[in-house]
């Protein structure tokens, strides 16, 4: 019984997990587009880390968040962004 208890706590909990991150995804996108926006657009940094951020949002798309959140962090410092 224990050890039931214990693994719908973990299924409940990663659960979670995947709901949270799948939320932060656009936030953080959103944060490094409107990063970009106030930069040069021909600045090969920026147009690498909007890159990125188009990659980002397709892995969100496709349901790949934690990559979709390592791609979008990526993009973040390469724009100097501060969390």
């Known amino acids: 019984m224990k050890k039931a208890m214990v693994a719908m706590a973990v299924v409940v909990s990663l659960?979670?997990?995947g709901a949270a991150m799948a939320n932060s995804c656009p936030?953080?996108?959103k944060e490094g587009r409107d990063a970009a926006a106030k930069m040069k657009a021909d600045d090969p940094k920026?147009?690498?880390a909007v890159?990125?951020?188009d990659q980002a949002q397709k892995?969100?798309?496709d349901g790949?968040?934690?990559e979709s959140m390592a791609?979008?962090?990526e993009a973040l410092?390469?724009?100097g962004v501060k969390k």
């Open 77 to 79: 410092a390469d724009l």
């Open 15 to 17: 659960a979670f997990t």
């Open 71 to 73: 791609k979008a962090n």
């Open 27 to 29: 936030k953080i996108i």
């Open 64 to 66: 790949n968040h934690k």
């Open 59 to 61: 892995l969100h798309d």
């Open 51 to 53: 890159a990125k951020l």
């Open 46 to 48: 920026v147009k690498g």
